[in-house]
Antibody
């Protein structure tokens, strides 16, 4: 059974940093590009970025709203994808989800999602 | 960026009746030079839950999704139809393109009974 589990959320002050993790199981993690999404309270879904699988370069891409502040990395030996969030702003308050991406795999975009982890940026 | 626009923003439908949601992209999401597939998905999201993929490639129903859900369209214009609304279908529905980055979503359509 495919599972994605996010962790690391919590309350953080503006300007500080936080690292989220997403652990995958039940599939060949290394073969998939992995995406991060977020959803602010009462708002719609926003793509944060993804990191390609190693066969496709293993490189990240980011939404304009987080580029230069957030960094995505992966450890395929542990089946974990990370989201390092720096210089956090109140606008970054959201539930953060990880999901499998279609890029390079041909499997349906967003076929599996984690349950999400809440990040609250507040003083 | 590809802008996705859904209509309507909200929809009230009687039980057993049809619900139709529209999604329009600012550029084609048909990858005609590669696999001739529309890179368009539909999600259902209920309160407190992650999105659930209903339809991929514009018209392929995911395993386990009831057949009252169907997707249609190509290029820039797409629809999600719920043929006979059930109480458990009350949710917000999103379309998303995955032809290019940034991955972008429509603003969502709230379906109520």
């Amino acid at each position: 059974e495919v599972q994605l589990v996010e962790s690391g959320g919590g309350l953080v002050q503006p300007g500080r940093s936080l690292r989220l993790s997403c652990t995958g199981s039940g599939f060949s993690f290394r073969d998939y590009t992995m995406s991060w999404f977020r959803q602010a309270p009462g708002k719609g879904l926003e793509w944060v970025g993804f990191i390609k699988s190693k066969p496709y370069g293993g490189t990240p891409e980011y939404a304009a709203s987080v580029k230069g502040r957030f960094a995505i990395s992966r450890d395929d030996s542990k089946s974990i994808v990370y989201l390092q969030m720096n210089s956090l702003d109140t606008e970054d308050t959201a539930v953060y989800y990880c999901s499998r991406d279609e890029y390079g795999s041909g499997t349906p975009q967003g076929d599996y999602w984690g349950q999400g982890t809440l990040v609250t940026v507040s003083s | 960026d590809i802008v996705m626009t859904q209509s309507p923003d909200s929809l009230t439908v009687s039980l057993g009746e049809r619900a139709t949601i529209n999604c329009k992209s600012s550029q084609t999401v048909l990858h005609s030079s590669f696999n001739n597939k529309n890179y368009l998905g539909w999600y259902q999201q209920k309160p407190g839950q992650p999105p659930k993929l209903l339809i991929s490639w514009a018209s392929t129903r995911e395993s386990g999704v009831p057949d009252r859900f169907s997707g249609a369209g190509s290029g820039t214009d797409f629809t999600l139809t719920i043929s006979s609304l059930q109480a458990e279908d009350v949710a917000v529905y999103y379309c998303q393109q995955y032809l290019s980055t940034p991955r972008t979503f429509g603003q969502g359509t709230r379906v109520e009974v």
